[in-house]
């Protein structure tokens, strides 16, 4: 996979509003090492969305976000996260998408992936690759957010421990 481009945690911001599924909460903000890492409950549905547009860098083939986590504790079983996609085609007043950016905004279905993290340790690095194949359309030169949510009732994540979000990279799967 090629690398594109790093999106670093601090570019995210907990979503109070529920954007990507009704009833989450908003995430927490927290700091470790002097880094800012967003902070994903065990028991809650909890997420966050890009605090403002990126452009998308040229790709081949299909994208692939790989997420940099680490848990509180020692894990007991999986994590399951989920990403999702909106994207726009900027443009003239004559051409591009029409949309009014100022009150609306309408995320792709998720994008999800399960990471096996029993046999890691307290605050182990951790790497969970999800292709986004549904990824509302997005072409080089659109502005896109992403949002992130971390599925905590879902049967692939039954871990009892907090997770830890970092930041993730974009990739071309080519």
Known sequence: ???LMDIDSGLFVPDPAARLVAGDLPCLKAY???RNVLQFDDQDEMAAIMGGFLE??????????????????????????????????PGTPTSGDTIDLRD??????PNA?????SAEAEGDPLRLDIT???NDSIAEGDFFL???RRDADH???ANTVLAFFDGLSLHDAA
């Open 113 to 117: 992936a399960s990471l096996d993290i």
């Open 1 to 3: 996979m090629a690398f």
């Open 104 to 109: 609306t905004i309408s995320f792709d279905s």
């Open 32 to 34: 470790h090492m002097g």
């Open 146 to 148: 992403l949002g992130l």
């Open 155 to 157: 049967a692939d994540d």
């Open 132 to 134: 986004l194949s549904n």
């Open 56 to 89: 998308c860098p040229a790709f081949t083939t299909s994208l692939t976000a790989r997420l940099r986590l680490y848990p509180d504790a020692s894990p007991t079983s999986n994590f399951r996260f989920e990403i999702y996609v909106f994207s726009v085609t």
